[in-house]
């Protein structure tokens, strides 16, 4: 494995393109049509392609969380340890604010600004508990059973949340930060932050919890265990 300063590097990076690339896109789609479902869908698509980049390229050298409520649940589950599971998550959070400083600079914008777009109510929060959930329950279920078909799993999964959740899944709590520091298509208000980073936490216990119990083997039940020894 490699050392944690390498580890939190990737977690940095990775982040950092994440949300350039969510806020990025969100600007370039802006500026390019009126349309708002063509927005959205101008950023749906780069944010899927990216996430299948990064965790294929930098999954191998930090496991790719790239999100704070990811490194919460291996933190429960005990597949990383708890001082570091908190440097991934400052790491994350950095990263993240870099990218909507890198995306800024990139289209000619204030380096440094604060989101005006209202994101809140219960819907928002149902659907970001919902959004984490599913990221959440997919990387697990690709553990268990298909852990190659993660990059393309997680990206096809936040793809499609960005459309089928009326938060438009941001799924992650450092990239809400992050997006609180951009006035552009991707931004949401600071005072809107703690409803959606506590719905996103909750999902994602939700779904630890739940693939705890669906996605755990099963033990030999006494009867497949005499069959086996009665064929020895």
């Not at 994101?119 to 553990?143: D, K, M, N």
């Not at 999964?157 to 809400?176: D, E, M, Q, R």
């Not at 809107?192 to 779904?207: Q, S, T, V």
């Amino acid at each position: 494995m490699p050392n944690l300063s390498r580890r939190l590097t990737a977690e940095a990076l990775g982040t950092a393109m994440l949300v350039a690339t969510v806020v990025g896109s969100g600007i370039m789609a802006d500026r390019l049509t009126n349309d708002v479902a063509l927005s959205l869908l101008g950023n749906t698509i780069p944010t899927g392609a990216i996430l299948v980049v990064l965790i294929t390229i930098l999954g191998p050298i930090s496991g790719a969380h790239f999100n704070p409520a990811v490194t919460m649940i291996f933190a429960l589950r005990r597949e990383i340890e708890a001082n570091g599971a908190l440097l991934y998550i400052l790491a994350q959070i950095a990263g993240g604010i870099a990218g909507t400083l890198l995306a800024h600079a990139m289209f000619e914008l204030p380096i440094i600004e604060v989101s005006d777009t209202a994101r809140t109510g219960t819907g928002q929060w149902i659907a970001e508990a919902v959004a984490a959930f599913g990221l959440v329950f997919t990387i697990l279920a690709c553990l268990r059973f298909r852990p190659n078909a993660i990059p393309w799993l997680v990206g096809l999964y936040i793809t499609a949340a960005y459309w089928f959740t009326a938060s438009t899944s941001f799924a992650n709590p450092a990239v809400a930060i992050a997006r609180a520091l951009s006035n552009t298509f991707a931004g949401i208000r600071p005072i809107d932050l703690p409803g959606f980073i506590i719905a996103e936490l909750l999902g994602a216990l939700l779904a630890m919890g739940l693939a705890s119990w669906m996605l755990a083997e099963q033990n030999p039940t006494p009867q497949a265990l005499n069959k086996l020894k009665g064929a020895e």
